[in-house]
């Protein structure tokens, strides 16, 4: 089992940058996947970048790719979302979120554990 915290959002201009936090506890290994999704308003939550613990291989929406950053720390148990180029549409709540298992899935039931959220709001 895995508890999971975010941090780190806040309002930012568009094209500036933001690097969010997601500090996991309790007892995990190297099967552990942690992923980041968001939520606008009205919409659906979405899958954005996960990466694998043990080996720190990564995976990126399309809306996100070569925009977002997803990394590891291992000695502070901390996986960050680093987000540059910001435009209005990454608005939303984001969520980290982990789950067990060695393959990748960007489905939000397929995740069990879940973090409280953080807000990014991006003006124009």
């Known amino acids: 089992q895995v508890q999971l915290a975010e941090s780190g959002g806040r309002l930012v201009q568009a094209g500036g940058s933001l690097r969010l936090s997601c500090a996991a506890s309790?007892?995990?290994?190297?099967?552990?996947?942690i992923g980041w999704f968001r939520q606008a308003p009205g919409k659906e939550r979405e899958f954005v970048a996960g990466i694998k613990w043990g080996f720190g291989t990564t995976d990126y929406a399309d809306s996100v790719k070569g925009r977002f950053t997803i990394s590891r720390d291992d000695a502070k148990n901390t996986v960050y979302l680093q987000m540059n180029n910001l435009k209005s549409d990454d608005t939303a709540v984001y969520y980290c979120?982990?789950?067990?298992?060695?393959?990748?899935?960007?489905?939000?039931?397929?995740?069990?554990?879940w973090g409280q959220g953080t807000q990014v709001t991006v003006s124009s």
């Open positions: 979120a982990g789950r067990f298992r060695s393959n990748w899935s960007r489905k939000n039931d397929d995740y069990p554990f």
């Open positions: 309790g007892r995990f290994f190297g099967s552990l996947i």
